[in-house]
C-alpha cells in the first residue's frame, strides 16, 4: 500500500469525515466510469459506485492494506458490477433484447459515429462479465494483468485468457465499424 | 514457426507487452506475413473502438450531489435512547456492573441455604385431622412411586403420620 493510502485510511479508521470526502474525490470518476461502462447505465454506474464507497467505509476493518486502496475499491466496485449484470441478464431460453451489436450487416457507413459507439458498448455488454471487467480495467483504466488478477481475485494467467477472449470475440463482432470510425 | 504460433501473441505485441527478443521476433515475422499484419491492424482498430467508448462526464453539481449523498449513507443513524441510559450517570458507569456481580453473589448464598434447609413445614398444630389424613394419602402414593424416598420430608412424615394415628401425644 502506498504511504498515502496508508494515512488515507488511517484518518478513516478514526472516524476522519474529511477522510471520507478525501477518498470520495479521489476516485468517484474512476468507480462511475468503470460502472457506468460494466452496466450502460448512468442511474445504475451512480447508484453502483455509490454502494462501492459506502461497502468500502464500513469494512475498512476487513482490508488488510497488501493491496492499493484503489485496487479494493474496483474490487469492490466490480463484484456489484457483476451481480447487477448477472440479476440483470436474461436467463436462458429468455429473449434477448435487439441491440445494435449485430449492425456489422447492415451499411455502416451511413451510422452515425454516436451509434457506432452505441454498437461498440452493447458488443462489449454482451461479453460474460469476468472478460468484460478484464477488458474495461485494460483498456480504459490502463492497469496491468497483475492488479487487474487481484482485482477479480483470480490468477493472473486467467486475466490474459479473458482478455484474449474478449478482443477476440469484439475483433469478430465488430468488423464492419472498425473500418466506419 | 508457422503463422498460428506468432497469432496467439499479437495481441501482447499490440498492447506493447513485449520486449528484446519476443518483440523482435514478432516484428522479424510480420515484416514478411502480410495475413499476420492485418491481424495486427484488426486486433489495434478493435481496441482503439472500446478506448473511445464514451463515458458521461457529469457536472461537477453531480459529484457535489453525490458526496452529499454518500455522507448522509455512511453517517451514523442517530441512536433512539435506551432503557439503560435513564440510569446510567457516565462517571459512575463501574458502579452498575459491581451492583450487578454483589447482588449475583448474595443471590447464590441465598438460593443455597434455602435448598439445604428445604421449604417450611406447615405448622401440624395448624392442619385439621381430615387434613393431616389427605396428606397422609398423598404422601404414600409419592412413596408407593418412589418419588420421595429420598428426600428428608418423608421422615418427617414418618412423625406426622405417627401423631395422626395415636392422637397428640401429652407433655410429661
Known amino acids: 500500500m502506498k504511504e498515502a493510502d496508508r494515512a488515507l485510511v488511517s484518518r478513516l479508521r478514526q472516524g476522519d469525515q474529511t477522510a471520507f ?15 457506468y461502462r460494466m452496466t ?3 442511474e445504475d454506474a451512480k447508484d453502483l459506485s455509490q454502494e462501492a464507497f459506502v461497502r468500502a467505509y464500513r469494512g475498512l476493518g476487513t482490508f488488510d492494506g497488501r493491496s492499493r486502496l484503489s485496487t479494493w475499491l474496483y474490487r469492490i466496485t466490480v463484484n456489484l458490477c457483476i451481480s447487477h449484470l448477472r440479476q440483470r441478464r436474461p436467463s436462458d431460453g429468455e429473449e434477448i433484447p435487439e441491440t445494435h451489436a449485430d449492425l456489422s450487416a ?5 451510422l452515425e459515429e454516436r451509434e457506432v459507439y452505441r454498437a461498440v458498448g452493447d ?3 454482451q461479453l460474460p462479465p469476468q472478460q468484460q471487467a478484464a477488458l ?9 494483468y497483475r492488479e487487474i488478477a487481484e482485482i477479480l481475485e483470480t490468477a493472473e494467467g486467467t486475466v490474459r485468457v479473458n482478455y484474449f477472449h474478449a478482443v477476440a470475440k469484439l475483433r469478430a463482432q465488430l ?7 | 514457426m508457422a503463422c498460428e504460433a506468432y497469432r496467439n501473441r499479437l495481441l501482447e505485441y499490440v498492447d506493447g507487452d513485449l520486449a ?23 486486433l489495434r482498430e478493435t481496441l482503439a473502438l472500446v478506448a473511445r467508448m464514451p463515458a458521461p462526464e457529469p457536472p461537477e453539481t453531480f459529484w457535489q450531489q453525490y458526496l452529499r449523498e454518500l455522507r448522509q449513507q455512511v453517517a451514523p443513524a442517530p441512536r433512539s435512547p435506551r432503557l439503560r441510559d435513564w440510569f446510567t450517570i457516565p462517571f459512575l458507569r463501574p458502579v452498575p456492573a459491581l451492583a450487578v456481580g454483589i447482588a449475583l453473589v448474595f443471590a447464590v448464598v441465598l438460593a443455597r441455604q434455602y435448598s439445604s434447609e428445604g421449604p417450611p413445614l406447615p405448622e401440624l398444630a ?8 389427605a396428606l397422609s394419602q398423598d404422601l404414600d402414593i409419592l412413596r408407593e412411586m418412589d418419588l420421595l424416598d429420598e428426600i428428608d420430608l418423608l421422615e418427617d412424615w414418618e412423625l406426622i403420620q405417627s401423631r395422626t394415628i395415636e392422637g397428640p401425644r401429652k407433655a410429661t
Do not use: M, W
Open chain 1, 175 to 181: 468488423k464492419g465499424l472498425r473500418e466506419d470510425v
Open chain 1, 21 to 35: 470526502d478525501t477518498l470520495v474525490q479521489q476516485h468517484q470518476k474512476d468507480l462511475f466510469r468503470l460502472a
Open chain 1, 106 to 110: 447492415k451499411p455502416l457507413d451511413k
Open chain 1, 123 to 125: 458488443a462489449v455488454a
Open chain 2, 126 to 133: 395448624s392442619l385439621s385431622a381430615t387434613q393431616q389424613l
Open chain 2, 20 to 42: 528484446g527478443e519476443a518483440q523482435a521476433e514478432i516484428e522479424g515475422h510480420l515484416a514478411h506475413c502480410s495475413g499476420c499484419r492485418e491481424e495486427v491492424q484488426a
Open chain 1, 136 to 144: 474495461l480495467l485494460r483498456v480504459h483504466h490502463g492497469l496491468p
Open chain 1, 40 to 42: 450502460g447505465n448512468a
